[in-house]
């Protein structure tokens, strides 16, 4: 059975960056695709981007291009998400899930998660 | 604002059976079958209910159901239970030209 344990809360100045971390347990890394969803306090789900490690590819969401990067190490089964520039409005909590991929027109996408990290909350405060 | 439109609340008796809608577009939920459903309890990780329109994870009760038709996607829930009590998110694969992944903004399930 996978899960994901992701690394603890951070409080974060305006202007910098965090990284946060999602180790996997069970089953095989490199096989599965890992998305970063947030969650603002008291508002809905938003997907940030994802990486499918083997297909070799990583894709954000527009709002965050420039902004976010995730990566993947295998050697280690964790995967991580950078956010800089962090604002005021980037407090929430961050959570990783594994990904389930389609490939609709010979390109790989995700489109849905069947496993979630318990969430790792992000304080940007001055 | 979502990009996918959901109702903010619906309500049911124990018993009964309630349907969340969830609007997109021609260009997301119209083009593809590939919506998911999550239940969210409070101070809790989403919990995957429905995927590719309708098929369901192993563990998850035949009460929850999914379809579609045109660009509004549906989850149905039949025999509501107490433990049915949670927010709703629909999520759609947004499209080719973007790739994005899209959520509605939430669904309150109350059970009276």
């Known amino acids: 059975q996978v899960q994901l344990v992701q690394s603890g809360a951070e409080v974060k100045k305006p202007g910098s960056s965090v990284k946060v971390s999602c180790k996997a347990s069970g089953g095989t890394f490199s096989s599965y695709a890992i998305s970063w969803v947030r969650q603002a306090p008291g508002q809905g789900l938003e997907w940030m981007g994802g990486?499918?490690?083997?297909?070799?590819?990583?894709n954000y969401a527009q709002k965050f291009q420039g902004r976010v990067t995730i990566t993947a190490d295998e050697s280690t089964s964790t995967a991580y998400m950078e956010l800089s520039s962090l604002r005021s409005e980037d407090t929430a909590v961050y959570y990783c899930?594994?990904?389930?991929?389609?490939?609709?027109?010979?390109?790989?996408?995700?489109?849905?998660?069947?496993?979630w990290g318990q969430g790792t909350m992000v304080t940007v405060s001055s | 604002q979502s990009a996918l439109t959901q109702p903010a609340s619906v309500s049911g008796s124990p018993g009964q059976s309630i349907t969340i809608s969830c609007t997109g577009t021609?260009?997301?939920?119209?083009?593809?079958?590939?919506v998911s459903w999550y239940q969210q309890h409070p101070g809790k990780a989403p919990k995957l209910m429905i995927y590719?329109?309708?098929k369901r994870p192993s563990g998850v009760s035949n009460r929850f159901s999914g379809s579609k038709s045109g660009n509004t996607a549906s989850l149905t829930i039949s025999g509501l239970q107490a433990e049915d009590e949670a927010d709703y998110y629909c999520c759609s694969y947004a499209g080719s030209s973007s790739k994005d992944v899209v959520f509605g903004g939430g669904t309150k399930l109350t059970v009276l």
């Open positions: 899930a594994r990904s389930i991929v389609v490939v609709p027109a010979a390109i790989p996408v995700i489109v849905a998660f069947d496993i």
């Open positions: 990486i499918i490690p083997i297909f070799g590819t990583a």
């Open positions: 590719e329109g309708s």
């Open positions: 021609s260009s997301d939920v119209g083009s593809y079958n590939l």
